[in-house]
């Protein structure tokens, strides 16, 4: 577990420095949403080990001072981001890659018992709903307020209601 927080932490660090180089170590420990992520990591850890009842207890410390919503048996690779915590809602049965980072109040929900799955290097834009058994490829960015009810390609920009799909971006976050 300790692994994958650095991860989650240098990837927030190199969030924070932009273009240059990767912002401090306490910058990032101090910064909006290393606490839910680190709820979130406790979380499953519990989970992961069968105490789903007591990874309960992480989850609602999350949703009462982060105000997020992430599932018991949620699972994300190393490097996940959440950029603002503030009204995320993330379904159980929700499969993330390395290197996701979201924003404030993105959805990512479950559609008549079918779930996302994630890639690798995936950004989701503020206020953006991912909704339904879909991949979202690696890569791919979705824009703020976009919502995608279809698979989206690697590399590819998802935008609009419904989203649809631009290919061949390689921009940086």
Not at 13 to 18: D, E, I, N, T, W
């Amino acid at each position: 577990m300790l692994s994958v927080l650095r991860a989650d932490l240098r990837a927030k660090q190199v969030l924070y420095g932009g273009d240059g180089p990767p912002v401090s170590l306490p910058r990032a420990l101090m910064a909006d949403g290393t606490l839910a992520v680190l709820l979130f990591r406790c979380q499953s850890a519990l989970s992961g080990l069968g105490l789903a009842p007591l990874a309960l207890l992480p989850h609602l410390l999350n949703k009462w001072f982060n105000g997020c919503v992430i599932g018991v048996h949620a699972r994300f690779g190393p490097g996940f981001v959440l950029i603002h915590p503030i009204g995320v809602v993330i379904n159980s049965s929700v499969r993330g890659g390395c290197n996701v980072w979201l924003e404030s109040s993105v959805v990512i929900g479950d559609n008549r018992g079918r779930s996302p799955v994630l890639g690798d290097d995936i950004f989701i834009g503020s206020g953006a709903k991912v909704i339904g058994g879909l991949m979202v490829g690696d890569g791919a960015r979705i824009g703020a307020n976009a919502v995608v009810l279809k698979d989206v390609p690697a590399g590819a920009l998802a935008v609009g209601v419904p989203a649809a799909c631009r290919p061949g971006v390689n921009e940086d976050r």
